[in-house]
């Protein structure tokens, strides 16, 4: 199943946190922040303030107490961002007053870059759980041809998505059902060690079509617009 990046361009992240002063740009923000339009003023690159780019899980770590508690998920988190650097998408920690309340981290779709919340990533729990769905989506824009154009496409056949995560899916997204189908699979990758790993090393391998066989129309797509032939 492939999609447009626009109709998914709305992700996942949270908040906390005004700020008094206006900096370069922010002056776009015309509703606020903690909002959506907020967010995408950080999507496009025009509010920085507070957007720092991750090299790996010190830049993390280091933001927090016991930074030694993330020691343990260091090798696939630096793993998973090794292979999205590879593809040309990077990791930024931003600051919760760019995120929408309830959001905890974001993959925009048409920059390739991620977004995680700075008030939700004190867990490497938390932070593993949304570096992998918000992963998960970036292989999902690799399997549509290349992470680089405007198409997303679902990884898996949706009857081998576990149940649960099926569920609620379709529970959170009852109000935008045509974006169940990513999400499910998103859901089931973020409770899943090395999952996104893996599918983040196979679209920097190239190897995404061979190594994931596409669905039926996934597979149609491909041919029709020549990436596989």
């Excluded at 770590?61 to 793993?79: C, I």
């Amino acid at each position: 199943m492939i999609l447009r990046k626009m109709m998914l361009a709305a992700g996942i992240a949270a908040s906390m946190a005004t700020a008094t002063v206006v900096f370069a740009n922010e002056s776009k923000i015309t509703k606020g922040f903690k909002t959506y339009d907020s967010m995408g003023c950080m999507l496009l690159g025009e509010c920085t303030d507070g957007v720092d780019e991750v090299f790996s899980t010190l830049d993390i770590s280091s933001e927090y107490d016991n930074p030694e508690r993330y020691t343990s998920v260091s090798a696939e988190f630096n793993n998973m961002l090794m292979a999205l650097n590879q593809v040309g998408s990077k990791v930024f920690l931003a600051d919760a007053k760019y995120f929408p309340h309830g959001h905890r981290g974001v993959y925009h779709t048409v920059s390739n870059n991620m977004f995680l919340n700075r008030a939700y990533m004190g867990r490497p729990s938390t932070l593993m759980s949304v570096v992998r769905h918000e992963g998960w989506h970036a292989a999902q824009d690799c399997m549509a041809g290349t992470i680089n154009n405007s198409m997303i496409a679902i990884i898996m056949d949706e009857d081998k998505v576990p149940q649960i995560w099926q569920d609620i899916a379709t529970d959170t997204y009852k109000n935008m059902p045509h974006a169940i189908p990513w999400e499910k699979e998103a859901y089931w990758a973020g409770k899943t060690s090395h999952m996104t790993m893996k599918a983040l090393q196979s679209c920097a391998r190239g190897k995404m079509w061979t190594e994931y066989q596409p669905t039926p129309m996934t597979r149609e797509w491909l041919e029709k617009n020549g990436y596989i032939k």
